[in-house]
């Protein structure tokens, strides 16, 4: 089993729609959780964090976590076609460790 | 401020070639990371720096990679030998280094390794 693991997709979805984007990862002494955003041939661009269970929002971006399940969610309401891009999870084991990538999820969002 | 800088944005080599990729964290910045990211994957951690030591190196994939960060501020990724293999995206990262859950990374444009 993968450390972090996503759905490569692509995942396809209408201009104004919400997007959901998922990520499980295997180490329970993962402590903070990180979605990052990486448009094709650019680097990542941190979008937000979380490290407690529940939700999280930050305008049209919500992240969720659920440590006993494992489980970390992006929604993404009222996608634009400028959110088409790559949607990469990382977990961090908290401190100065370092960060842990998924393959991160292709979204495409359709005008 | 100015973000994280890496130079150069490219690098074509030849196999066999030494190479060696510079990263100029945000300033104040005592954390830097190195990353690899090949096509279609996402990043895979290299090494760790807090100040001029190497915290973790555990991702540096055989002793052909070797990174040096001397005054504690910009580091050189070098690599020896390179294979056809190495060729990917090598990102670096920096954080503030306070530690904690909220130590949040922040990337450089990165350097494109084409080994020939």
């Known amino acids: 089993q993968k450390e972090v693991e996503q759905n490569s997709g692509p995942l396809s979805v209408p201009e104004g729609a919400i997007a959901s984007l998922n990520c499980t990862y295997s180490?329970?002494?993962?402590?903070?959780f990180f979605w990052y955003r990486q448009y094709s041939g650019k680097s990542p661009e941190l979008i937000m964090f979380i490290y407690s269970n529940g939700d999280k929002e930050d305008g049209r971006f919500t992240a969720q976590l659920n440590k006993a399940s494992q489980y970390v969610s992006l929604l993404i309401r009222d996608s634009q076609p400028s959110d088409s891009a790559t949607y990469l999870c990382a977990v961090n084991k908290g401190g100065y460790s370092t960060l842990t990538f998924g393959k991160g999820t292709m979204l495409l969002v359709s005008p | 401020g100015a973000g994280v800088s890496q130079t150069p944005s490219n690098k074509v080599t030849e196999k066999g070639k030494y190479v060696e990729l510079r990263c100029d964290p945000i300033?104040?910045?005592?954390?830097l990371y190195w990353y690899r990211q090949s096509l279609g994957q996402g990043p895979e951690f290299l090494i760790y720096?807090?100040?001029?030591?190497?915290?973790?190196d555990s991702g540096l994939p055989n002793d052909r990679f070797f990174a040096v960060r001397p005054e504690g501020s910009v580091s050189t990724l070098k690599i020896q030998r390179t294979e056809r293999g190495d060729s990917a995206v090598y990102l670096c990262a920096s954080s503030p280094g306070h530690g904690g859950q909220l130590e949040t990374q922040y990337f450089g444009p990165g350097t494109r390794l084409l080994v020939l």
């Open positions: 180490d329970r002494g993962s402590q903070s």
């Open positions: 300033s104040g910045h005592t954390a």
């Open positions: 720096f807090q100040g001029t030591g190497a915290a973790d």
